[in-house]
């Protein structure tokens, strides 16, 4: 039985849910708080997900109605967000760079974190706003100086879907480029909307899509990826200490506007993201003109969608 582990509620407020099929093959939603108050590394770390498929056997757990419920991110803010660049054959081709040997990685702030289906906000002076559809792993046991790919395996907990968003004119002009510039902005990683147990999926063959005011832009598979998740796990953890609950974002396809192919993102463009398996995103995006508020680790804007 493949399980949709989520998290539902307004922001800051998120309640953990699991949800699963019954015996007639219906999917249902379950809360989760008789195991846990939050979808979180020490819920990972302690056997989370098995202890979720014993007391759903058990019939242990609530079933719930998400109707009118927020769909928040699928797991609590990480302790950390790792990205890999240039990670598809194809889209390093587009972007006219060498595919690379080892992994490139680079790192976004925490706080990029936002919603599957949040507003999300183009800075005040963007121009070149960018979508790139990923597959996300979340982390399940502390992986340090890993032996082996087949070890790395066991630490991932499950997959996501993410959006690693790109302001292109601050991530690109110069020789050295600025890549935490453009790619540390409010809002800038929207994942979700549903964590799937890695025993539960095969990665390494899922269909990733992206739509643009439901015209096709990406469409790809993660089979042609260049590093798989296991290597990826394996290779960051030669170089840091990877904790339950951290969030690594695996690179994106070609389809991104940076190719020229298409116009980058405009406020009222709808962007829709989807992977086989992992679900679909979907964000309507405004011109942000004043940051307001910072609440449950996101950040509130005011601004104009047109």
């Known amino acids: 039985m493949t399980l949709k582990f989520a998290r539902l509620g307004t922001a800051g407020n998120e ?164 890549w935490t510039k453009g790619k540390s902005l409010p809002g800038s990683t929207p994942l979700g909307p549903w964590l799937v147990p890695a025993s539960d999926i095969d990665a390494g063959n899922l269909r990733l899509q992206t739509l643009v005011n439901g015209a096709p832009r990406q469409d790809s598979s993660t089979s042609d990826m260049i590093f798989d998740p296991a290597t990826i796990v394996h290779h960051l953890s030669q170089y840091m200490v990877l904790e339950p609950g951290d969030v690594i974002i695996t690179g994106t396809p070609e389809g991104v506007a940076l190719s020229g192919r298409f116009p980058f993102i405009q406020p009222g463009d709808v962007v829709e993201l989807e992977i086989d398996g992992l679900g679909r995103q979907r964000q309507e995006y405004f011109r942000a003109t004043t940051r307001t508020a910072v609440q449950g680790g996101a950040a509130s804007f005011a601004g104009t969608t047109a």
Do not use: M
């Open 15 to 178: 309640q953990p849910a699991v949800i699963a099929q019954d015996a007639q093959g219906a999917e249902k939603h379950f809360s989760l708080t008789p195991l846990t108050q939050d979808i979180d590394g020490a819920f990972l770390a302690t056997d989370g997900i098995e202890r979720t498929r014993q007391a759903l056997d058990n019939g242990e757990l609530p079933e719930i109605s998400p109707e009118g419920l927020r769909i928040g991110t699928p797991v609590a803010r990480p302790g950390a967000v790792v990205a890999i660049g240039l990670n598809y054959t194809a889209h390093a081709a587009e972007s006219g760079a060498t595919p690379p040997q080892v992994p490139v990685v680079f790192l976004k702030p925490t706080n990029t974190i936002a919603g599957p289906f949040d507003a999300a906000p183009i800075p005040p002076s963007s121009e070149k706003y960018d979508w790139e559809v990923e597959l996300a792993i979340v982390i399940g046991r502390e992986a340090s100086y890993l032996s082996s790919a087949e070890e790395a395996g066991g630490c991932i907990a499950g997959y996501a879907v993410a959006n690693d968003l790109s302001e292109r004119e601050y991530q690109i002009p110069g020789a050295a480029g600025q």
